[in-house]
């Protein structure tokens, strides 16, 4: 009953370096979600996929690429990264579609701790 | 634009004594509405929704919201709080953008339980 798991669970970079966040999930849901957390800023949606071979822009994409090549992952991509993308990052799932018990309940991992230096 | 606000960082209370964090939303439409903990360097953890029906909404570890559509607020309470209840806690909205829905959250209010 692993649920959602994020991989690394920390990671240091250099600017300019590139790096991908593995999210898995292991209960079948439709949508995923990656989000960053800042102080004082809440969680703040980067990109989310409403099913495999979707992706679509959140709040804060900028700097940020996603691909959902199957449906239980979910990749977090930094190009090239900036100090500015230092924060923990959050991947959450639901099930999504309307009429289901809990699809509006989005079920978390445990965060990855990115520092860019 | 459709959001949802906590107006208090952080909300000190003494062990014992009744709790409540602030929710005030902005939507279109009926609003979804839920409450989410966060222990520390842990993920978000589920603890109620409103969705529709009674405006009192219990969930989990003693928890429950009052869902007020005039005010439009949802208010998080516990009559009794408990040390282990300090942790940092999260509003959430289900708003629709270009024909889907996603969830839009607060920027956290810290509660503080007091010994």
């Known amino acids: 009953n692993a649920g959602v798991t994020q991989t690394p669970k920390f990671r240091v970079l250099k600017t300019g370096q590139s790096m991908t966040l593995l999210c898995a999930q292991d209960m079948n849901h439709e949508y995923m979600y990656w989000y960053r957390q800042d102080p004082g800023m809440g969680l703040r949606l980067i990109h989310y996929s409403v099913g495999e071979g979707t992706t679509a822009k959140g709040e804060v994409p900028d700097g940020y690429n996603v691909s959902r090549l199957k449906k239980q992952n979910f990749l977090l991509g930094l190009e090239s990264a900036a100090p500015s993308q230092t924060s923990v990052y959050f991947c959450?799932?639901?099930?999504?579609?309307?009429?289901?018990?809990?699809?509006?309940?989005?079920?978390f991992g445990a965060g990855s701790r990115l520092t860019v230096l | 634009a459709q959001s949802v606000a906590q107006p208090e960082d952080q909300v000190n209370v003494a062990e014992g004594n009744p709790l409540t964090v602030k929710c005030t939303y902005s939507v279109s439409g009926n609003p979804y509405l839920f409450w989410y903990v966060q222990y520390p360097n842990r993920g978000l953890q589920f603890l109620l929704k409103?969705?529709?029906?009674?405006?009192l909404v219990k969930g989990s570890y003693g928890f429950e919201a009052e869902f007020n559509k005039s005010q439009t607020s949802f208010h998080l309470k516990k009559p009794s709080a408990l040390v282990s209840d300090s942790a940092l806690y999260f509003c959430a909205v289900r708003v629709y953008s270009g024909g889907y829905q996603k969830v839009t959250f607060g920027t956290g209010t810290k509660l503080q339980v007091i010994p």
């Open positions: 959450a799932s639901s099930q999504g579609r309307q009429g289901i018990s809990g699809a509006n309940v989005l079920t």
């Open positions: 409103y969705i529709t029906g009674d405006n």
